[in-house]
């Protein structure tokens, strides 16, 4: 019995997107405010790998300038590393915003 409605369940997923039919958005269906923040949510995921690469680089150009570190344990420096470029990706996502307006 279970087999059988495991079997019409993985049925009904893999053939219902073959007979149902598409239907557009309408340019009104979303709130203005879900698209900003979509938009904004796009940029900040974008951008993340982005700063984080420039925060790893500059970081270790300031480390090898003789400049101590801000943590002595590996985690500490990976959370700096992080947070900074977080922090780079939220000033983009926001500064996008602001002159979207």
């Known amino acids: 019995m279970k087999k059988a409605i495991l079997v019409v369940m993985i049925c009904a997923i893999v053939f219902y997107p073959i007979y149902s039919t598409p239907q ?3 340019i009104d269906e979303f709130p ?8 904004g949510e796009t940029l900040f995921f974008g951008s993340l790998p982005l700063t984080f690469a420039l925060s ?4 270790g150009l300031v480390k090898a300038a003789g400049v101590s570190p801000v943590s002595t344990t590996d985690l500490g420096e990976t959370m700096f590393l992080f947070s900074t470029a977080a922090a780079l ?6 500064v996008d915003y602001y002159l979207g307006k």
Request: no cysteine; net charge positive; aromatic share 14%.
């Open 32 to 39: 203005q405010w879900s698209l900003h923040l979509r938009r």
């Open 89 to 94: 990706s939220l000033t983009i996502a926001v």
């Open 56 to 59: 790893s680089l500059s970081y």
């Open 24 to 26: 557009e958005y309408s």
